[in-house]
């Protein structure tokens, strides 16, 4: 059974702060997707990664997918109160089929 | 702006009742989706719909059906509703993939059901 754990499951820290999630499995991905989901409404999606060793940037968030397409990270610089929420990534090879982590909720406190 | 919509934010309902959750998206997506999200288990599929009356099983499909008459509307029903689908159902819609990749999935805001 395909599984991905994210870590860590909650987060609480002060505006300004760096911090990195984690997305990991033992198995391998075609593609791995990050989505934000804020309370009361559905997530939504942030980044599609594909290749290997692929990283992106949105703003002051960078997201990599690893060499073996096994893991992922989602690394926030100078986190802001509007980041706050739960990040939940989600892997597979179609969207029939995705596997998605249980998420990470974080709050960025003012 | 592309939109998903739920028909309902918040429902109670009474244990035995037959419960209908309505979804309509207005993008033209092939792929129709619901979800529940319960805290600590991340989304697990209920079904799917990859085309006007296609209906596919997920991962949790018992207690639920679906039907798809329509390509802008999916409807989740709970034939029976009990206490344990007491829960966050999320409707979502994609494009059907050109090849073996991952396509962005657009979520409605959710319906947070509670079985009395």
């Known amino acids: 059974t395909q599984l991905l754990e994210q870590s860590p499951q909650f987060l609480s820290i002060q505006e300004g702060e760096n911090l990195t999630v984690y997305c990991n499995s033992s198995?391998?991905?075609?593609?791995l997707q990050w989505y934000r989901q804020e309370p009361g409404e559905g997530p939504v999606l942030l980044v599609t990664?594909?290749?290997g060793g692929e990283v992106k940037k949105l703003k002051r968030l960078t997201f990599q997918f690893g060499d073996a397409r096994k893991d992922s990270s989602l690394h926030i610089t100078a986190a802001q109160p509007g980041d706050t929420g739960l990040y939940l990534c989600a892997g597979g090879e179609s969207n029939y089929q995705l596997i998605w982590g249980a998420g990470t909720k974080l709050i960025i406190k003012p | 702006d592309v939109k998903v919509t739920q028909s309902s934010r918040y429902l109670v309902k009474r244990t035995g009742e037959k419960v209908f959750l309505e979804c309509v998206q207005d993008?033209?997506?092939?792929?129709m989706f619901w979800y529940r999200q319960d805290p600590g288990l991340g989304l697990r599929l209920i079904y799917f719909?990859?085309?006007?009356?296609?209906?596919e099983k997920g991962d949790i499909p018992e207690g639920y059906s679906v039907s798809r008459e329509k390509k802008e509307r999916f409807s989740l029903i709970l034939e029976s509703a009990s206490t344990n689908q007491t829960s966050m159902y999320l409707c979502a819609s994609s494009f059907r993939a050109v090849r073996v990749r991952l396509t962005e999935a657009f979520f409605g805001q959710g319906t947070r059901l509670t079985v009395v």
């Open positions: 719909s990859y085309d006007v009356k296609m209906k």
């Open positions: 993008m033209d997506h092939e792929n």
């Open positions: 198995s391998v991905f075609s593609s």
């Open positions: 990664v594909v290749t």
